[in-house]
């Protein structure tokens, strides 16, 4: 059995939808962290079945994302999340 990695239709609009949840997400509360971004989706926005954990998505935002920016929390050590400047949501 052959596992195939293609990029599906469905891929697409779900890769799409967690990108555009993400942007609006801290385009709305600027500051927060990649905890607070995997609560507000898998409670609030219902998107259990993603199976996001905070490490998803602190690895999916540099890679997937380019509007949003990170700085490191010197208290914590935290990505601490903002769009970049000049972006629109």
Same mark, same amino acid.
Do not use: W
């Given at each position: ?5 293609? +990029?599906? $239709? &469905?891929? !697409?609009?779900?890769? &799409?939808? @967690? !990108?555009?949840?993400?942007? %609006?997400?801290?385009? #709305? ?6 905890? #607070?971004?995997? #609560? =507000?989706?898998?409670?609030? *926005?219902?998107?259990?079945? =993603?199976? @996001?954990?905070? *490490? /998803? ?6 890679? =997937?994302? /380019? +509007?949003? $920016?990170? !700085? @490191?929390?010197? *208290? ?7 769009? $970049?400047?000049? $972006?629109? %949501?």
């Amino acid at each position: 059995m052959t596992t195939e990695r293609g +990029e599906g $239709s &469905q891929k !697409k609009a779900r890769l &799409q939808r @967690l !990108k555009a949840e993400i942007i %609006a997400y801290v385009a #709305d509360r600027p500051g927060c962290c990649a905890a #607070d971004i995997v #609560d =507000h989706l898998a409670n609030t *926005r219902r998107m259990r079945n =993603h199976g @996001l954990t905070a *490490r /998803k998505v602190g690895f999916f935002i540099p890679r =997937h994302i /380019k +509007e949003i $920016s990170y !700085k @490191l929390d010197p *208290r914590t050590g935290k990505r601490i999340y903002t769009l $970049s400047t000049g $972006s629109v %949501a």
